[in-house]
Each structure stands twice: as structure tokens, then as C-alpha cells.
């Protein structure tokens, strides 16, 4: 099975719009500030280019993890990889195909690994910097929603 390197170059950029929305003033900016205990002038901060470059780096290197998190056949490539005379990624593939490789259950499994994976990151750091529960809700939910729409883009574009 092979990389689809552009559903990957376009999941991606989803981090960067999503949180373009997600976090601006006019939606969830203003309630993340004040949980977050960021500043107008602290945002005024920092070079815009190296962050947005590093998060387009990092988004890069995320999109690589969840595309084998979304498409089961990615495990069973693995099969074949290791051990390239067995027989079991033909008897996969011949009974199962593209079975499940569709935006929905993408996106499913995008949020559930948002929820258990982000959430208890996210939330033990959280606690040991004593943010408030608002400020793990906006984030997490960022990132549910963000990892949704990676997943569906990786598991439905064939």
C-alpha cells in the first residue's frame, strides 16, 4: 500500500485553518486567552514565520502518524514488510480490501484518537500547569475536531 503524499501535504495544512477559526477572537480566541493566561502583547511576540513553519513541520509529521492510525491496511502492509513470504497481507487484503477506507470512519478514528490520546496528554499537562478545565476543553476540542478532519482526508482520498 502506498503513501498518498498529497492527502497527506493537504492534511497537513488542516491545523493551521482549523486553528485560524478555532482560535480567533470572534469563536473560541478570547475565552482560550483568558484560560490560557496569554496577553495581546505576549501574542505580539516571537517571529510569526519560524512558528507557523515549525507547526507546518509538525502537522507534517502528524499527518504521517494518523494516516497509519485511520487506514487499517497500513498494518497490514507492515505484515508484508516484515516478513515478505507469508501469506497473511494477500488473505487480508483478498477478504477485507478497502474495507472501512471511506472519509467517515476516517474521521472516527481521528477523533478517537483525539480524545485518547490528546485528552490525557493535554489534560495531565494541564492540571500540572493549573489551567482550568475550560482551557483543556477549547484544546482538546481543537484537536478533535482537527485530527476528525486529517483522518477523514487520509482515509477517504484513495
Request: proline share 3%; hydrophobic share 55%; net charge positive.
Amino acid at each position: 500500500m502506498e503513501l498518498n503524499y498529497l492527502a497527506i501535504v493537504v492534511s497537513a495544512v488542516v491545523p493551521l485553518l482549523i486553528g485560524a477559526i478555532w482560535y480567533n477572537p470572534s469563536v473560541l480566541g478570547n475565552a482560550w486567552m483568558k484560560a490560557s493566561g496569554m496577553t495581546e502583547e505576549k501574542m505580539k511576540t516571537g517571529n510569526i514565520a519560524v512558528i507557523f513553519g515549525v507547526t507546518l513541520v509538525l502537522s507534517f509529521m502528524l499527518a504521517f502518524s494518523v494516516n497509519g492510525m485511520v487506514i487499517h491496511q497500513v498494518a497490514a502492509t507492515q505484515l508484508a514488510f516484515t516478513n515478505p513470504d507469508a501469506q497473511s497481507f494477500q488473505a487480508f487484503m483478498t477478504e477485507f480490501g478497502n474495507m472501512h477506507r471511506n472519509y467517515g470512519h476516517g474521521a472516527l478514528h481521528g477523533a478517537i484518537g483525539a480524545l485518547f490520546f490528546v485528552l490525557p496528554v493535554l489534560g495531565i499537562n494541564a492540571l500540572f500547569e493549573r489551567k482550568g478545565w475550560k482551557y483543556i476543553l477549547i484544546n482538546v476540542g481543537y484537536w478533535v475536531l482537527t485530527l476528525a478532519a486529517m483522518g477523514a482526508i487520509l482515509c477517504g482520498w484513495k
